[in-house]
């Protein structure tokens, strides 16, 4: 036998669990090795630019709770998180209109473990999810694990579509489905960059309200917009209705894991149990960090800078995609988050181009990663948050050439099947 | 409706995934809340002695860390966890003989994280889990939560019996039951104490081999021996049929929740898309103050204060132990790890003792939370981590003083059936 692992197969193929045949990388994840070249223009992650932090004084906070605090800070601490930061984490959500008890916040490892939690404790194999059509690459990888089976409800330029989620609902009662729960991300979606207005947020709480659907509300970027107050969340008006998950990754970094769930308590006992067995504990340091930064920095202060920041970039990316982007492409106008969501002319295909992007130097994620069916094909996500805005130009610029010599090459030859696979 | 979340029913309870429903509370965390009491001495908890660590030092390089390198400490890593630690990973594995590859290693969130991602990438509910008879409580959970049948293999004070591992074995194939892996904590076992000499480990290896069963070495207190040199690791012997779990949580910290899997490439392949689909990526800034902390300060020396402390505080347990306990009582004597397994006289149950136990200000963990079967009321878990020396003293003699108030009730009224509930 080979003494090099990589060239022997694998003996455990068949020992597997069943779900483990439902995890599959995932098309961002692929692309990371190559995007993250420095010659190439990356507007495929969705990393925050964290060079903005004040990291002096982060490094300091950090510096003394270790010396100062290290009994506790490097010790265990309970699975439900560390009841100061929970304190703190209902003040931040109250600046979303929610009301709530420090009793009803689990601490999680970013919100990608508050939602693969919700998921263990809800999924059965089979069990329907609903997710907007496109929904979150790492929450349809989350699903897939548990062999969850997600349901599409389309969008438009005001998010979910009410209609829509009452047809898909009547429709799956209708053949004797079991619905677990509605997932969305209803304000500056990822990918599709389209907020959920307040009325709409009302009609979609009456519909899950009257169908008994719980609502799992992912609001990582709620308070990354760029004009005016942060949206009013679904959460402040069902506390019964909906389990709201926040994250410190975009506010704060994304490199400390330090995410929550605000669930009623049934729930919320569930979770703190899922939590325990999944890794006893979030870490005790970046708890305490995250808890010292909100009480000792000008954590609002900064989010505006934050907000400045990533304004600027997604101006740069809209006045670069209005330049030079051939008719035929659509985009959104994001009011805020990391993201545009753009439509390539008929008959083009992101998966199959972008090979060709990436021998361009630009990168992107194309549409069909955001589809548990695989469709999305004449979609890509471009990602204004981390490269500077004269990259963003550049980036967008070398796009635009990508995609008028696809629209070249099927005037000349016809167009993919919007369904070819790459 | 009360606005008081608490005094509401829980109106998910049949929404539920099967899976939820094995979710329990464990024993161990009931106690918490109250054996954290001042005037309790807590023989309970599995917490490491952090305040021993060179709190200065570490809280430097965190400072460091961060004021430095924050746009990578405070940024998303990989799913497979940061290079350079992975490379110490296999550095730190090359004291019990491993040679293993950084390509072999995924970094998880503390080893109990690790150990989660192998049972949800291996089990379907009612696969069966081979365990020792008594077994890590945390694991317990785990293979509960993913509706594994555990099925316990006996120990004696060598750890397990490789008899009777093979009959086990035979009895599970012939009922046609599917294993799916051996769970193993071969050296200073929690809670039993015992460590796999190495004629056994050569046995339970080949054994293993013969039935193409999986091993999983769960290893973290491996290098906390109180005389001469680490034990051989079972991976050691075999890079095929172990995954080795290993952690800082003891030899570092704790609260960094920073393990991490060895694995065969098939299995790591699996591992990682899991970790990814729960966590995304263990901390960034965690994994980098582990990796600082292994090339710039002398982490040997620190695990030789730690087995210096930690010797000394078996010793006071054990003299205490010796000086007070009364007839009739057994318990092992450690070569390393954290704890001390009591088996009561007869008649007695730990169980039932345990509120007269804190009543009389000290506790410890009845056995019965590390039998999947809720067996082993007859043992209880002693820590000698934790509390100083003369702490341990007071707390043992106090619980003497129990056991003795406990063998007079018995003594008058009779014994309780050994599978009382409490």
């Not at 829509?164 to 677990?180: D, P, S, W």
């Not at 959920?196 to 519909?207: F, G």
């Amino acid at each position: 036998m080979s003494n090099d692992p990589r060239q022997r197969l694998d003996r455990y193929v068949d020992q597997y669990a069943a779900r483990a045949r439902t995890m599959v990388a995932s098309e961002i994840r692929a692309l990371f090795a190559v995007a993250a070249r420095p010659e190439i223009v990356s507007l495929a992650g969705g990393m925050p630019y964290i060079t903005a932090l004040p990291l002096d004084a982060v490094g300091e906070l950090a510096g003394q709770l270790v010396t100062d605090c290290g009994a506790v800070a490097l010790q265990y601490g309970s699975g439900q998180g560390d009841p100061g930061l929970r304190e703190s984490i209902c003040e931040v959500m109250a600046l979303e209109g929610i009301r709530a008890h420090p009793d009803e916040v689990v601490v999680t490892v970013g919100s990608q473990q508050a939602l693969d939690l919700m998921t263990r404790i809800f999924i059965d194999p089979g069990d329907v999810v609903l997710a907007e059509a496109p929904s979150y690459v790492g929450a349809l990888a989350t699903f897939a694990s548990y062999q969850a089976s997600v349901v599409h409800v389309p969008m438009d330029d005001d998010g979910i579509i009410p209609e829509a989620l009452e047809e898909t609902i009547a429709r799956l009662a209708a053949a004797g489905k079991r619905i677990k729960f509605l997932y969305s991300v209803p304000t500056f979606h990822n990918p599709a960059a389209v907020t959920l207005p307040a009325q709409r947020r009302a009609r979609v709480l009456d519909i899950c309200r009257r169908s008994d659907l719980l609502l799992i509300e992912d609001n990582p970027y709620g308070l990354l917009g760029f004009d005016g107050e942060p949206q009013r969340a679904l959460r402040a008006d069902s506390a019964d209705g909906v389990v709201y998950l926040g994250s410190f990754s975009k506010t704060i970094a994304s490199g400390l894991r330090v995410g929550w769930a605000l669930a009623p308590h049934g729930i919320r006992d569930k979770l703190v149990l899922a939590a325990e067995s999944a890794v006893l504990c979030t870490s005790s340091l970046a708890q305490l960090m995250v808890r010292e930064y909100l009480a000792t920095q000008p954590w609002q202060d900064q989010i505006k800078v934050f907000c400045e920041l990533y304004a600027e970039r997604r101006d740069a990316m809209l006045s670069a995609l209005e330049a030079s982007m051939p008719t035929g492409c659509r985009w959104t106008r994001p009011g805020g988050g990391f993201y545009v969501w753009l439509k390539l002319p008929d008959g083009l295909n992101s998966k199959v181009m972008l090979p060709r992007a990436i021998s361009a130097r630009v990168a992107y994620v194309p549409g069909t990663g955001f589809y548990a069916d695989g469709s999305g094909s004449e979609y890509l996500r471009l990602s204004f948050c981390y490269p500077e805005p004269a990259r963003i130009k550049e980036g967008v610029r070398r796009l635009a050439g990508v995609v008028e010599a696809e629209i070249e090459l099927r005037d000349t030859f016809g167009s993919w099947p919007a369904d070819t696979p790459a």
